[in-house]
């Protein structure tokens, strides 16, 4: 059983940075993160694979938000650069056994943290 646990969400302004860690990893799976806003579906943000070598980032996020691991710590971490406002709400990391941009590929989900960007 894989226990994850999200931590570095926020309250910040456009515009600002915020770097969220996922603690509990490892390195036999495929880590996400995905965040679902209020009223919207659960939708991938960015994943990357057990040696770091792949990585893949939503449209949306692309250029701003960096995925990395350390097996070694355990941790996965998302930096979220030039924040917008629609980049609110709760990420979710998550750890799978495939490389894929669906949640439903993922079994193990950590509790989720809140960003919240203000315009």
């Known amino acids: 059983q894989v226990q994850l646990v999200e931590s570095g969400g926020g309250l910040v302004q456009a515009g600002d940075s915020l770097r969220l860690s996922c603690a509990g990893s490892?390195?036999?799976?495929?880590m996400g993160w995905f965040r679902q806003a209020p009223g919207k579906e659960r939708e991938f943000v960015a994943r990357?694979?057990?040696?770091?070598?792949?990585?893949r980032y939503a449209d949306s996020v692309k250029g701003r938000f960096t995925i990395s691991r350390d097996n070694a710590k355990n941790t996965v971490d998302l930096q979220m650069n030039s924040l917008k406002p629609e980049d609110t709400a709760v990420y979710y990391c998550?750890?799978?056994?495939?490389?894929?941009?669906?949640?439903?590929?993922?079994?193990?989900w950590g509790q989720g943290t809140q960003v919240t960007v203000s315009s």
């Open positions: 998550a750890a799978g056994f495939i490389g894929s941009t669906r949640p439903s590929d993922y079994p193990y």
């Open positions: 490892g390195g036999t799976y495929v």
């Open positions: 990357i694979s057990r040696s770091s070598g792949s990585t």
